[in-house]
């Protein structure tokens, strides 16, 4: 029993920086935009919190400093595809090559002599609650799930989720009733940077132990947070599931029994996107009615070439 | 009241100068980054140039050779992905479908080491080209006949690649024991060089021109870009559009598979996760940086391999090589806001009297 409440634990461990990135995502997605620069804004963000978190010691101000950093390269991405009208998908990648590249450098040059570290005082505050039952959460846990909650009750409660997912099923028709579109992409998309930043925090706070690796910290969790999104059908609370699931995966193979570690490890790390593929093979046709995809996702709007 | 219209298709003088003003914009932005980092952007600027050309003393050709053997695989990925982008087919999938062809041609690198020579570059240029294409077929026909898409489909497929090589290392193919490797293959199976480098950058320039002359002086490649202009115009004119998607995808990922193969065959004479050293996506910024135009695009691969060989060649204690990853990504940026400039006008309206 204690080994599967530790499996647990390990699963949303690994699973909360998808939850971030996925819901990051999500909410862009919802909105019409697919964002591809998912990955990039995670590893600024990662980089950005782990640098506000060793000079401020305080883990308030470094998650702030990683929403900050996301939403800003999310605003430069929303300037491109929504004003200038670049092709989200070019805008997206190009997006992800700069914020790799970018926290890679400044990065290089934090590292420059010894990996820094987490302060000792500010580790042991961010150390994972044990919960009465034997199962362990992590602080920084809580505010993915608190965002989780409330996305849900956005979309599905209130009136302006109702524009939101309205813009994303057709721009056209919202324009008309006189939603103002840009304005709700920006938003969308600024708001789901800044929480994929702060994914990228997590990762570089409690994933990589407090100590900042200059070969990258992210590497290719931002990837998966897009697959998610679509093995989740933009849904925000199916979102957390599917995140502890896929920490699960990543998890596994220091879990399972012996006998069955004859499964090479590649295939536990396969896992994830074949999964995914399933989903998008499984769920796709024009005609479905199960298919739960924003209608516009990843066309563009400009109200002259109506 | 500002408006936005479209402009009508511009001239070449016009065209010319927005891109050189979209140029000068990125050496500003790059200049800015440089500054920000503490550097002087001007001699950081030069020591790129430098890193890239000059060789040591007694090789002085080492830096160009070496600045081309980065040139070749971005390249030939940029090609590959142009065929399906001409298309309007969003194959993210050049990682993967180079990788499945450095795998195609490395086993018959494992298997086959002593069959002569010549004989042996063909077999593994062609089944590098099959299973690239191959790899990138599966999300064409899931595209043409269930509607999955793409864009999706072909970037989950770069994974799936990604850790079958993780798992031929360190599975079947390892070489020791408890060591990821696959090892180095025999002598035989190296590809010829000509000035130094490997003969790929031949390849790599015939297949500019020939992709070119097939993008404008052929009937499929015609069809293709009708099909990237508007599927129903393709339909109504009699083409056969989910045929002409499966044939573009299949040339598209063949490319890139060829690309796997010069890689292994030219460059890295082993099998490694990191063989396509993220070309896949690099490859995708640069053909809409070269707006699809196959010359274009060997210009860009040009300076996008001068960017890269220079960077690698600066001390990582003045700046990290991953800058050249900055510098690419404000070049593409760039080239983006402009186009927004050489496709609309902006218009003042006066307010109603």
Redesign the interface.
Known sequence: MSTFLNFLSAAILAGTPLLYGTLGELICEKAGN?N?GVEGMMWVGALAGFYAAITSQSAVLALLAAFASGAACAA?YAF?TVS????Q???G??????G???S??LG??MA?HTAPQLPHELKARLASWALPGGLSLNPLTLPALILCAAAALFYAKTRMGLHVRAVGENPGAADAAGIHVPLVKYVSIILGGGICGMGGAFMSLITANGSWQPSGIVN?FG?IA??LV?FVRWNPLLAVLGSFLFGAFRSMNYYIPNRMAAI????Y??LP??L??VV??AT???KNARRA?PAAL?GSY?R??R | MIRIVKRPEAGRRRNLLIWAGAFVLALLAGAAFLALLGQKPWEIYGMILKGAFVGSRRNPLSAIQATIVKFVPLLLVSLGLTLAFQMRFWNIGGEGQMILGAIAASAFALYTPNLPQPLLAILMLLAGCAAGGLWALLPAVCKVRLGVNETLFTLMMNYVALYLVAYLQSGPWQRTPGFASVGSFSENIRLPKLFGVHIGWLLALALTALIWAYLRHTKQGYELRVAGESQTTARYAGMRVGRIVLRTMFFSGAVCGLAGMIQVAGIDYTLSTGVTGGVGFTGITLAWLAQLNPPAIALAAAVFSILEKGSSSIPPDIMAAEAAQVLQSILLFSFLICEFFRRYAIRWRAAKP
Not at chain 1, 84 to 87: D, K, P, S, T, Y
Not at chain 1, 93 to 98: A, G, R, V, Y
């Open positions: 697919l591809l430069f491109l200038v009208r670049a092709n998908n070019v805008a990648l190009t997006l992800t090559t700069f790799v590249g970018l890679l450098v290089h040059r420059s290719g990837w897009v697959a679509i090479p490890q590649a295939f790390q396969m996107f074949v995914t593929i998008l093979l796709s046709g024009r995809e990843g400009f002259e070439e």
